[in-house]
């Protein structure tokens, strides 16, 4: 089956404690992306990566590392979480001729106390 | 201002009626509209997408367009139940690659 999948699902930490998110697709998509959706605000949009070892900021990328060592995988690092990044996490990927549609994996709710 | 705006609801009508949701952007340089459906606790998944000004038809759903306004429209005909979603609008340039959407709006769709 087709999909995007995030680890974990939910997550509850402290200020300062480094933490990592992952992302995996296995539909050989080029295209990967990490966003936050906060009630109001909408679907913003942290980093990207269109391809291994190519990756750029987003709208929102601070306080956020990424890195794309495989085209499967994306990984979302906080590398000292704070309370304002407490939000829902959605990561995506497409294809670059498909790039309109995007495959959202099924979020992670992150708190940070 | 942000660049795509859309009434954050809730929108909430009978089964069968015709549902229109709305958005405004601000980006010119906007050539591409996707409409996204969020149910609750999932990610979004794409409806369908346009490009530039007009029409799109894809079963009960239709995307407009009007980039003279800025606005862009879904209609819903026949709305049921399981329509029952918050629906994202989003918008991007021509070679772009980010995506930028609207907060979303809530519907909920009576029995």
């Known amino acids: 089956e087709a999909q995007v999948t995030q680890n974990p699902r939910y997550l509850i930490t402290v200020t300062g404690k480094k933490l990592t998110v992952t992302c995996s697709q296995n539909?050989?998509?080029?295209?990967m992306s990490w966003y936050r959706q906060d009630p109001g605000l909408g679907l913003r949009q942290i980093y990207y990566?269109?391809?291994?070892?190519?990756?750029d900021k987003g709208d929102v990328p601070e306080g956020y590392k990424v890195s794309r060592k495989e085209k499967r995988n994306f990984p979302l690092i906080l590398e000292s979480p704070s309370p304002n990044q407490t939000s829902l996490y959605f990561c995506?990927?497409?294809?670059?001729?498909?790039?309109?549609?995007?495959?959202f994996g099924p979020g992670t709710r992150l708190t940070v106390l | 201002q942000k660049e795509v705006e859309q009434d954050p609801g809730p929108l909430s009508v009978p089964e069968g009626a015709i549902v229109s949701l709305n958005c405004t952007y601000s980006?010119?340089?906007?050539?591409?509209f996707m409409w996204y459906r969020q149910y609750s606790r999932k990610g979004p998944e794409l409806l369908m997408y346009?490009?530039?000004?007009g029409n799109k038809e894809d079963g009960r759903f239709t995307a407009q367009v009007d980039k003279s306004s800025k606005y862009i429209s879904l209609f819903i005909r026949d709305s049921q139940p399981s329509d029952s979603a918050t629906y994202l609008c989003?918008?991007?340039?021509?070679?772009?690659?980010?995506?930028?959407f609207g907060a979303g709006t809530r519907l909920f769709v009576k029995a």
């Open positions: 995506a990927s497409s294809g670059l001729e498909s790039y309109n549609e995007q495959f």
């Open positions: 990566s269109m391809n291994v070892e190519v990756t």
């Open positions: 980006n010119s340089a906007f050539q591409y």
């Open positions: 989003a918008g991007r340039n021509t070679g772009g690659f980010k995506t930028i």
């Open positions: 346009t490009y530039s000004s």
């Open positions: 539909m050989n998509h080029e295209y």
